[in-house]
Each structure stands twice: as structure tokens, then as C-alpha cells.
């Protein structure tokens, strides 16, 4: 999160943003907590999957869209897994 240019207060709050955008994007039902930590979770593996194409996203809307890449596809994966 350092390496994104955001510390850790303000990768709650975009995470929990992040969460909250897709939870409306992909019509889940979560709560606060469950947001914020899919869009902290979501752009850490966001950067990562992004990382291995040679894409960069730094700052807070780099980390805001890389956390709501991130967890919509964990959203997904976990209606996958739930099925």
C-alpha cells in the first residue's frame, strides 16, 4: 500500500469505497467490514495480476480502481466457489 502512494488509514477508506462500488456493481449484499476488506484484499491482487502485465496504477485512484477490479473478481470468485 506504501508503494501505491496511500497509507493505511487511507486504504481503509478507499478499500472500504472500493468495496462499496462493487458490492452495487455486482448487486451483492455485505456489510461495512466484508466492503472494506474485498476492496483492500481486491487491489492488493489487483496490483499484483496488473504488476505481471507491466501496469502500474499508483495513488489513491489507482489503488480505488485497482480495489474495485479487485473485488468484483472476488466477488465473482466466490459466487463460483459458493455454487
Not at 455485505?30 to 483492500?40: C, P, R, S, W, Y
Not at 504488476?51 to 466477488?75: K, M, P, T
Request: charged share 5%; proline share 0%; hydrophobic share 65%.
Amino acid at each position: 500500500m506504501e508503494s501505491a502512494g496511500v497509507g493505511w488509514f487511507a486504504a481503509i477508506i478507499i478499500g472500504g469505497i472500493a468495496g462499496w462500488l462493487a458490492e452495487k456493481f455486482m448487486n451483492s449484499n455485505m456489510g461495512i467490514l466484508m466492503n472494506i476488506l474485498l476492496g483492500i484484499v481486491g487491489a492488493i491482487i489487483a496490483n499484483a495480476i496488473l504488476a505481471g502485465f507491466g501496469v502500474a496504477l499508483g495513488g489513491w485512484i489507482g489503488y480505488l480502481i485497482a480495489g474495485f477490479v479487485g473485488a468484483c473478481l472476488l466477488i465473482a470468485l466466490g459466487r463460483i466457489i459458493r455454487r
